[in-house]
């Protein structure tokens, strides 16, 4: 009765779906304090101090719940562009930001605007696969395209999959799952790539960039800029993980202002923006964020969970690439097999998810994002598991 | 460069952008307080006092942002649906709500649940027009049947136009931009005809009753329950309108849990929710919302101004029919040209909108969710038109 479409999404996501019954079976089985949940990227630290401070201020105020333009408040996109220029080494102005329900509200109005049925959108694995859907909601089709070993992009790869129906190519970088931050050298060839691939087909690739993770960095990395290297570009981002807020849906789009079409491009966005339903971002956040231009979380937090878990994975054997960015791990799945590697976690009342949620099977996914108990709590686990697997002598 | 569908819509859609570009033209020109605008539902009114209050306090709670299930926090849904029961007149739980990024979020997320790729949605002149939008997003197509003279629906005109494609029938009462709230007979013959006809073309036809302006009706009539009516109904509706808060995009939708297929429809929803990119609705508002249940703004302000207006415009020789519900007029265009009729009002400073954005070109619609001091500062303006148009001797 529903569509058939929809039908087949809900069988072939379906695994995915036991997952978390499984959990939510473990938890009421076992009390959910000893099943120890590295499966979502759901911050469990608080947001900022004066996020709550600024959001009650903010809250009695007279008007502040109404409709304004379907972009957003024109105040609360000037302090966002003031940011992004301020970090894109490119000047932005109010006019090239449009306000969104999130970064999935972005990305889902960037692809709609740009997408003609039929057209192919190219991303590099390992992939948040909610991609996937984004593109087949508008009539276009993820291209997922082999990275590097070391989660760098393939290049060549990517310009190899470009043809005459490659819309645009999408990034996330620091990279979900893999906490890849792809270098200035990488972002410079495939900005090289894209715009001679769209001097060969005659047509604009746009290059979208998916950023929530920008601020939770280490090491003093900085993430390149893509409006910097390539003017065909789009930056999407939200507040869900620096601001530990992604239940609000709250984020933002920019339009590079060299971008080729760009009436069209801005236009045909806000257009998308009202037309998908979004109408426009949540109000009172909008004018909440506003303030916190810059602001995150203490991301020294994470780095010590990040550190704790380096080691001590690595003390039992465990293969991985140290994360740059982002609060999540990509752990090589012993032998290659990311289920049977997710199964045995599981023997332990330890949740990830694995490698193929990514389109990489040979790997899985912890979402450090939790409480230090937890992780802790997780560690005879994953050390049994180790020396079930062999990768740690008994 | 972007889609050749989207440059379309922009084109078709520019007589409105030109409306509110004359608008904000007028506004700079003799400033804000010397124009008139009636063009936009939304409120000037602000929530009732304990939002801000029960906003505050929710606001102040550990682990308040984070992500939820999609369908929203189940607590929240429990008192939903508990609200839902005691005015549907049919027992619904918390397993049947979805909580929504408001109703254009709810409405979205049901059509590219049931719809596939070239169905028709029929809906009823006039209406709210984005639900031409929302059905092409999905790959459907609206249908539009002219109603009555006095706006009621023609359940004979929907018969006639339901085919072998025909995905589901949307009615939106109280209807914006009518007023109009289908009588109890009205849906008992809808329910009939689309039971018949689901038979006869061997397919669930669903209903989808958009409600958003339920609580805000006159002389205590109440408005029929859809879901008593027809098992195949689901009802969208957000709080933007009886809470003036159409900025915060909340709502919820809700499915009929005798629905045919109801187990893919609840479960397809929460997908959709889910990959359209709203993920989920905005946290603190489901929060806030949850302890406001049955809750409005003060109706008999607004109805104060629909009677004061009624009471103006009929001395004007302005011909309508008064709404029973919602905070809209629509009011005959004289001679039937609803773009003169525009066009001379705004020469007054008058902003509203021709019947021809409702499907309905004969006739122009008035918003009177505006301060008292823009109602009566119009007066003289509709007046001086009717004048001009000989409805009123000079």
């Known amino acids: 009765m529903i569509s058939k479409k929809i039908l087949t999404m809900m069988d072939s996501s379906s695994f995915i779906r036991k997952m978390f019954e499984t959990g939510a079976k473990l938890k009421k089985e076992f009390g959910k304090e000893n099943v120890y949940d590295f499966s979502l990227g759901n911050p469990a630290m608080d947001p900022p101090e004066n996020f709550t401070q600024i959001l009650i201020e903010k809250s009695k105020d007279h008007h502040m719940h109404g409709y304004m333009p379907n972009a957003g408040y024109l105040d609360v996109r000037e302090k966002v562009s003031?940011?992004?220029?301020?970090?894109?080494?490119?000047?932005?102005?109010?006019?090239?930001?449009?306000?969104?329900?999130?970064?999935?509200?972005?990305?889902?109005?960037?692809?709609?605007?740009?997408?003609?049925?039929?057209?192919?959108?190219?991303?590099p694995i390992p992939?948040?696969?909610?991609?996937?859907?984004?593109?087949?909601?508008?009539?276009?089709?993820?291209?997922?395209?082999?990275?590097?070993?070391?989660?760098?992009?393939?290049?060549?790869?990517?310009?190899?999959?470009?043809?005459s129906k490659t819309a645009a190519v999408i990034i996330n970088s620091p990279n979900n799952p893999s906490g890849r931050i792809y270098p200035e050298e990488t972002i410079q060839n495939l900005a090289l790539t894209l715009k001679r691939k769209s001097q060969e087909i005659g047509r604009t690739i746009y290059l979208i960039s998916d950023e929530p993770y920008k601020k939770i960095v280490y090491d003093n990395i900085v993430v390149p800029s893509v409006m910097d290297a390539?003017?065909?570009?789009?930056?999407?981002?939200?507040?869900?993980?620096?601001?530990?807020?992604?239940?609000?849906?709250?984020?933002?789009?920019?339009?590079?202002p060299g971008a080729e079409d760009y009436a069209n491009l801005i236009n045909g966005i806000i257009l998308c923006n009202r037309i998908l339903g979004y109408v426009n971002a949540p109000a009172l956040m909008q004018r909440t964020i506003a303030e916190l231009q810059g602001i995150s979380v203490d991301v020294s937090l994470y780095r010590?969970?990040?550190?704790?878990?380096?080691?001590?994975?690595?003390s039992f054997g465990y293969k991985f690439r140290l994360p740059e960015g982002t609060f999540y791990f990509f752990v090589e799945a012993p032998g290659g097999d990311d289920m049977k590697i997710v199964d045995l976690l599981k023997e332990e009342r330890i949740l990830v998810v694995p490698?193929?949620?990514?389109?990489?099977?040979?790997?899985?996914?912890?979402?450090?994002?939790?409480?230090?108990?937890?992780?802790?709590?997780?560690?005879?686990?994953?050390?049994?598991?180790?020396?079930?697997?062999?990768?740690?002598?008994?």
């Open 304 to 314: 010590k969970k990040r550190d704790y878990l380096a080691e001590k994975l690595a």
């Open 127 to 163: 992939c948040f696969m909610e991609y996937k859907f984004y593109c087949d909601n508008h009539g276009g089709e993820l291209k997922l395209v082999t990275g590097k070993p070391d989660f760098n992009l393939d290049i060549e790869a990517i310009g190899k999959a470009i043809n």
């Open 355 to 394: 490698g193929r949620g990514f389109a990489l099977p040979g790997y899985f996914r912890i979402a450090y994002c939790v409480e230090d108990s937890v992780i802790e709590g997780a560690m005879t686990g994953f050390e049994k598991t180790a020396k079930k697997l062999g990768l740690l002598q008994e």
């Open 82 to 123: 003031e940011y992004i220029s301020s970090n894109q080494k490119t000047k932005v102005t109010l006019e090239d930001v449009v306000m969104t329900s999130g970064a999935g509200g972005a990305l889902n109005t960037v692809l709609k605007t740009i997408i003609n049925s039929g057209d192919n959108i190219i991303a």
């Open 230 to 256: 390539y003017k065909n570009s789009i930056v999407c981002t939200s507040y869900s993980k620096d601001l530990s807020i992604p239940g609000e849906r709250i984020g933002w789009l920019t339009v590079n």
